[in-house]
């Protein structure tokens, strides 16, 4: 128990220092002329663009790295970067974020004694707090556990917003009717009195790109949004800045880039390891939950994901609950592009794919125990696969 009051208190004091002192951005580095990646390649379009697509591409990219101020109404007051690109740049723009850019969410779970409540205000404990209106916030002393969140990657989510909601209800096995261990099942959401399938976020608590984008745009720099009535995104707040801070326009101008970012291309090794690894990636279980592909609007998208929800952390681990997203229970984070978005998991604590493989425990335990069967040179082949993806 005071081990883990200790890292609280850690944490909370982290918090508080970097509440006092601007976000360290590069500064903006985007513009209407920066040269425009060809297709396909990282931080460039998916396919080829007309030129008024183009433009309101190039427009989005610029809007993505726009680095907002306060008399913009940059926080609510609270916020975890000035610009999406703080936090997605790496190896380009749309990319995830370094282990400097985990953020905090706490909970109250008795120290592990009760199930999981959340803390008045919720659960999020964002990294900056502008002084100037409200001083500083520090995490309540209720808190009893805590979990980081990384910054994933952004590539190629036009194609997984394409994924057909059946494909992504037909890989469901909730009873376990194979008796394989592994129980998927879809978040759904509910939307403007509709129920929809979840698919963006660590619990897949957003259904559709363009609520990703409204949704961030609140909960990680505190901009408000229009309302367009699904509920996603901050709709005012108390700063002095009219609100909507953003227009429909920009909104759809970032969404419209994020449409078109072009997916993690293949590493394209011709090595025969590579080959084998791919054939024992499938034998030992692994494609359960990384399923290679789901069809799409405009053919199979490559994803390497189920895009449900599964508990690979096992009964001791505690976290985060959400309504239809149990402590431990997070999406199939897809495998395109691995090679490029070290470190792994939810929290970032796994930091090669040898670590993330070794760490599954929960509904994967009979895959990783045929990956243990392996030998040491099949294990690295597999490895290898999952690094060309």
């Not at 002329?33 to 008024?52: F, H, I, K, M, Y």
């Not at 997605?88 to 008795?110: C, K």
């Not at 592994?182 to 978040?187: C, E, L, S």
């Not at 505190?222 to 009219?242: H, K, W």
């Amino acid at each position: 128990m005071k081990r883990i009051l200790g890292v609280i208190i850690t944490v909370a004091v982290v918090v508080v220092v970097l509440s006092e002192s601007e976000p360290r951005g590069r500064g903006e580095i985007i513009g209407d002329n920066t040269p425009v990646p060809a297709v396909g390649e990282l931080g460039g379009p998916d396919r080829v663009l007309s030129p008024p697509e183009l433009t309101t591409w190039i427009e989005g990219r610029r809007l993505f790295d726009h680095d907002f101020h306060m008399d913009e109404g940059l926080g609510s007051p609270e916020y975890n970067g000035d610009s999406c690109r703080a936090c997605h740049q790496f190896p380009a723009i749309g990319g995830h974020g370094g282990l400097d850019l985990n953020v905090s969410r706490f909970g109250d779970d008795g120290f592990g004694t009760q199930p999981f409540m959340n803390l008045p205000g919720g659960q999020a404990a964002s990294k900056f707090r502008r002084v100037d209106i409200g001083g500083r916030e520090e995490i309540p002393m209720n808190a009893t556990v805590f979990e980081q969140r990384q910054t994933p990657p952004l590539f190629g989510l036009g194609q997984v917003d394409s994924i057909f909601e059946t494909a992504i209800l037909a890989g469901q096995d909730p009873t376990d009717a194979d008796g394989d261990g592994i129980f998927g099942v879809a978040r759904m959401v509910s939307v403007a009195g509709l129920v929809e399938v979840g698919r963006f976020g660590w619990k897949n608590q957003v259904p559709r790109l363009a609520d990703f984008v409204r949704d961030a745009m609140g909960g990680e720099c505190g901009i408000t949004v229009p309302d367009n009535g699904r509920g996603f995104g901050i709709l005012m707040d108390d700063d002095g800045t009219p609100d909507p801070e953003l227009t429909t326009q920009d909104l759809n101008k970032i969404a419209f880039f994020l449409q078109h970012l072009a997916p993690p291309p293949r590493a394209g090794s011709t090595d025969p390891a590579v080959a084998l690894g791919e054939t024992l990636f499938a034998q030992v279980g692994c494609v359960k939950c990384h399923k290679p592909s789901l069809p799409g609007l405009e053919g199979d998208v490559p994803l390497y994901s189920d895009l449900l929800l599964h508990n690979v952390l096992g009964p001791s681990f505690r976290g985060m609950a959400e309504p239809g997203a149990d402590v431990g229970m997070y999406g199939t984070p897809p495998l395109w592009g691995a090679r490029l978005s070290a470190p792994y998991f939810h929290d970032g604590r796994a930091e090669t794919i040898a670590d993330a493989i070794g760490m599954h425990q929960g509904e994967a335990a009979g895959v990783i125990a045929a990956f243990n069967l392996l030998s040491p040179s099949d294990q690295q082949a597999l490895i290898d696969f999952v690094m060309d993806l």
